[in-house]
Every structure is written in structure tokens, then in C-alpha cells.
């Protein structure tokens, strides 16, 4: 679709200078623009790109002084960087608005689909599942039986979500995450092999959630693993069984969790950390990459580092020792030799 510089001036409550009937049909950054993109400046350390762009339009603040002629058709607001956030969501909406129910899919007749779906084709929705309003089901994505899905809800492609789960609406689930697959449940046997230990429980996720590619949310055993509202889970995550995320918690990529660990609202969860199981994890904790969480947290919106984990600002301080070890080591090394020379001076 193309937009003219005064149609996205009037919906970013801007001025334009210059062509304003000049036509836009994508957005690309200020340093790989060609004719026919919207871009912006924000950043001063992308100036110089301003004068030799070769976008079409380019957002700026209102208070910019060009240095420069420019070529592009400006647009000036308040805060340029806003202003384009706001254009990427219309952007990402419109190219995202599907509607209607592609064939081959299949829809079990006690399944309930409400109002202005879309559902992909391959798709598989089961028996009483129900889809809410304005949903959008992407191809090949597998709807078990007993789901419930919210409404304005996006399933990407592939996406797996097995029986008796609920996802609460507005939540994002992307490519190849599996929602309430088995928790790893197995009970020893006298040979030292293993029994399997049926998770008869399910998943909840609430609304506003958005969960990554490729992440996994194991069911409970029994109950519920819970993801509150407004949690934020990165690709690649591992959440087991019978875990509570609370809301607005954030968890980046490969991080794991440890079946019945409870984690807080507000907490924040770095790239690759590993927290065991049972624990508690208090509101506002902060975790960075590659912590090892051994035990409950005590204290509320702390900041932790390292394996196992403590205060942040003391891991740091040891890091800062383990790399001097090498010069450490030279230096007992060089002690014992004065310590035996002294010791046979005697």
C-alpha cells in the first residue's frame, strides 16, 4: 500500500517540508533507504545518512537544524522515534489483517470459531475447542481438544497447544512454541529404569502475554503452570511443570525453569539462566545472563549475578579476581621461592 508524506503527516500530527503529496510504500533505515521508503532520525549518530539518503521521506524532530540541504520530504514531530513506533504498529497491523478460513483446514463441528477470524490452512482446531473474536489461527498450527483460545489472539505457523489449555486474549504465541506439552515426570524403578508419570493438568496463559518461537510450556502434572498476565518470553525457553511466571515478568532466550518454581511479577530473567526447582523468586528480582539459581530469593527487587548466584555487584567484584588469577598465581609463585631461599639462608 502506498501513503503520501500529508496522509502520514495528518496521522503523526506533524508539519511536512517539502513534496507532500510524495508516496511512501515501505520503511527502511536511514542508512538503506531508497526511493519510495519512510524513514526516521532519532539518533544522532545516524546524521549524516539525513544528507544522502536516498529515502523518499524521513521523520524528524521538531527542533532538528539541517545542516544541509536534503532531498527527502521531511516530516517533523515531536519525537521522532515515537512517531515511527507508532507507524511500525499500523504497518505490522495492516500486514497482519487476515480475516476468512483457508482450505484445506479442519474445524471439529463441536468446536466454537467466533466473529472476523482467520484460520490458516493445515490447521487443526479439535473437538470443543473455542477460538474467540478477531483471532488469527496461522497455518499449521494445532488446536487440541478442550482449548480455549481468547480473543485477538495470534497463533503464528506451527504453533502447538495441547488439550484442555487456555490462552487468554490479546497474547502472541510464535512459530514452533508448544503450549502444554508432558512435564518431565518420571519416577525411578528398582532396575534403575524409569516410569512415566502421566501430567493430567493443563496450562494457563492470561492476557497480554506474548511467548517466543520454539518455547516450551509443559503442563502440570496436576493443576495448572500458570504465565500471568502480561509476561514476556523470549525464543527458546524452557518453562516446566507446574511453574508460575507472574505478571510482567520478562525472560530472554534459553533460560530455564524448573518444575513448581514460582516466580514474582516484575521480574526480569536474562539470556541462559538456569533456575532450579521449588523456589520462590520475589517480586522484582533481576537476574543476569547465565545466573544459577540454587534458592528462594529474601529480598524483594534485588539484582543478582553469577553460578550459584549472588548479590550482582559482589559477582562482579569476583570476576574482576578471577581474571587477575593468572597474575595471582605468578605471584604465589614467585612468593614461595623467596620463602624457601629465606628458609635455607637459615
Known sequence: MQFTAQQICLLLNGTVEGDALVAVDKLAKIEEATQGSLSFLANPKYEQHLYTTGASVVIINKDYVLTAPVSATLIRVDDAYSAFSVLLEQYNTLKLNKTGIEQPSFIHPTAQVGNNVFIGAFAYIGPNAKVGDNSKIYPNTYIADNVTI????????????????????????????????????????????????????????????????????????????????????????????????????????????????KIGDQVVIGGQVGVAGHLTILKGSQFSAQTGVNSSTKEEGKQWGGSPYMPLKDYFKAHVNIRRLPELEKRVAELEKIIIQLHNAK
Open 150 to 261: 481468547g480473543s485477538n489472539v495470534t497463533l503464528f505457523a506451527g504453533v502447538k497447544v495441547y488439550f484442555d489449555c487456555v490462552v487468554g486474549d490479546n497474547s502472541i504465541i510464535h512459530s514452533g512454541a508448544v503450549i502444554g506439552s508432558d512435564g518431565f515426570g518420571f519416577a525411578p524403578n528398582p532396575d534403575g529404569s524409569y516410569k512415566k508419570i502421566s501430567q493430567i493438568g493443563n496450562v494457563i496463559i492470561e492476557e497480554g502475554v506474548e511467548i517466543g518461537a520454539n518455547t516450551a510450556v509443559d503442563r502440570a502434572t496436576m493443576g495448572s503452570t500458570i504465565i500471568r498476565k502480561g509476561a514476556k518470553i523470549d525464543n527458546l525457553v524452557q518453562i516446566a511443570h507446574n511453574v508460575e511466571i507472574g505478571s510482567n515478568t520478562v525472560i530472554a532466550g534459553q533460560a530455564g525453569i524448573s518444575g513448581s518454581t
